[in-house]
């Protein structure tokens, strides 16, 4: 007998066995009625891979890295003209076939994590079996055709951290957002400077005018003070100053007229 072991526990390994048995005998059979309802998959099924081809830039890295050698692409090269004028040409590559043989395939899901452009995506898919096995090499158009069975995206979890991609480009729309507000700080600071000079050329002005008015009306006042001080003067000045007559030629002193009879 191994030590530390009683003998009360040898079947309670053996007790749980038949537990189990147990309750699996009891319970009754469940039979997938397929194909009349369709079974149902976990979401991350391995069906099929679908091709979304507008994102495709013929790289050929899912068929340099495919352990079987089962993609097949083709493409050529066409010249873009230049975008704007002056500009260079440019030379992009086409895609004229991408086609997978299943029979070859063996499900790594290799091609769609190594695809740096998210051309490639799995599909539940599983209904394409053929009977012969040359058909079961598809084409674009079939790898197309199974491209809208691919389900969305699990949500991710509220915990988890965002994606370099995402916080890349959540950084440069917070810096561009940030750019925006501060210009838009910065012309209404100059709206408000231009409304406050224009409040200080509008004070400036109605204090000139004020100033003017008032010295307008001082010398209003200097005037009417002045005509009514030689207003009052002027009879003063007749008073004071006795009549003066006029010259008489006719008449001569007493004196002159001795002297000149003697």
Sequence with gaps: ??????????????????????????????????????????????????????????????????????????????????AAPGGRERSRNVLDRFAIDFSLCMYCGICVEVCPFDALFWSP?????ETD?????HERDKLREWMWTVPEPPALDPAAEDPKEIAAARKAADKLAAQERAEAEAVQERERE????????????????????????????????EEEQATTDAPQADQATPPIAPPDHHHRPPEQKEEGEA
């Design 1 to 82: 007998m191994a030590a530390g072991k009683t003998p009360g526990r040898l079947g309670s390994g053996l007790a749980k066995g038949l537990a189990v048995t147990l309750r699996t005998m009891t319970k009754r059979s469940v039979t997938e009625q397929y194909p009349d309802v369709q079974p149902d998959l976990a979401p991350r099924t391995r069906g099929v891979i679908g091709l979304f081809e507008e994102n495709c830039t013929v790289c050929m890295l899912c068929a340099r890295e495919c352990p079987d050698w089962c993609i097949y692409i083709d493409s050529h090269k066409e010249t873009v003209p230049p």
């Design 125 to 129: 898919e599983f209904e394409y079996a």
């Design 133 to 137: 096995i040359h058909e079961l090499t």
């Design 194 to 225: 231009r409304e406050r000079e224009r409040e200080r050329a509008e004070a400036e002005q109605a204090a000139r005018a004020v100033e003017a008015a008032q010295a307008e009306q001082e010398a209003k006042e200097a005037r009417a003070a």
